[in-house]
C-alpha cells in the first residue's frame, strides 16, 4: 500500500509539472492571445485560465491521444468588474453562455470569461467563491483545474488525478445535474460523453439513475 502511494504521488508531481510545462508553452495560442488581450485593456489584475484548454493540452502532451486541438478559452478573472467594459475583438461577435457569462465567437472558437467574485455556493446564500472553493464544485473532477497565469502555476489536486490516472467522475453531483440539464442529458450521458471524448475511463457515481439530491 506504501509503495502504491508513492508511485501515485510521483505520477501526480509529474503530471502537475508537465500542466505547467505545456501552459507556459500555450501562451502563444491565438485564441488565448486574443482573449487575454481584450480583458488586459480593462483589468490589471489576477487570471485564471479554467477548464477544458489545460486538460486537452495536457493530455495530448501526456498521452499522445488524438484529442481534439482546443478551440475554446476560459478565463476567470479574480476580482469584479463589469464585463461591459471588455471590448470585443475584430472579427468576434459577443454573446452569453448557458449560465450568462460573456462569450466571444468567432467560427467554431469561443472565449468565455466571467469573475470569480460573483460567482455563488449552492447552500450558502451571501458566500463567494475562494478558487479552491471554486474546483471543489465543478460538475467533474477532469474540469477541476485552474492555471495562474501570473504565477505559472497549476491548482486542482483533483483534476491532476483525473488525469494521471484517465478516468472522468463526477465531483458536485448537483452542478454536473445542472450542466447536463442544460444540454438536455442526464448526469451519467454528460459523464460519458466527456469521458469518450478525451479517451478516459468514465467513473459512474453510485446513484447512478437517481437525482443527485436523492441519493
Not at 486538460?55 to 476580482?79: E, F, H, W
Not at 475583438?89 to 468567432?106: A, E
Not at 460573483?118 to 477532469?142: C, F, N, Q, S, W
Request: glycine letters at 8%; a neutral charge.
Amino acid at each position: 500500500m506504501a509503495i502504491q502511494i508513492i508511485l501515485r504521488n510521483m505520477n501526480r508531481e509529474k503530471v502537475r509539472k508537465t500542466i505547467e510545462e505545456v501552459m507556459a508553452e500555450s501562451m502563444d495560442d491565438p485564441i488565448l492571445r486574443t482573449g487575454l488581450e481584450a480583458i488586459r485593456k480593462a483589468y490589471d489584475k489576477k487570471i485564471w485560465l479554467v477548464g477544458g484548454f489545460i486538460s486537452d493540452k495536457a493530455i495530448q502532451r501526456l498521452y499522445g491521444d488524438a484529442t481534439p486541438c482546443p478551440k475554446d478559452v476560459n478565463l476567470m478573472l479574480d476580482r469584479i468588474l463589469d464585463l461591459g467594459m471588455i471590448a470585443t475583438p475584430p472579427g468576434w461577435y459577443r454573446t452569453k453562455t448557458n449560465f450568462g457569462n460573456l462569450r466571444f465567437k468567432k467560427e467554431s472558437d469561443q472565449i468565455d470569461i466571467w469573475c470569480l467574485p460573483g460567482m455563488k455556493a449552492t447552500g450558502l446564500p451571501g458566500h463567494e467563491l475562494t478558487i479552491e472553493e471554486y474546483l471543489d464544485r465543478v460538475p467533474l473532477t477532469i474540469q477541476s483545474l485552474a492555471y495562474d497565469l501570473e504565477e505559472g502555476r497549476i491548482l486542482g489536486s483533483v483534476g491532476i488525478d483525473s488525469i494521471a490516472e484517465r478516468t472522468v467522475g463526477v465531483l458536485s453531483a448537483i452542478d454536473a445535474q445542472e450542466a447536463a440539464s442544460k444540454r438536455g442529458q442526464t448526469i451519467e450521458q454528460y459523464l460519458q460523453i466527456k469521458a469518450k471524448k478525451i479517451g478516459f475511463y468514465a467513473e459512474l457515481p453510485h446513484y447512478a439513475g437517481k437525482h443527485p439530491e436523492k441519493r
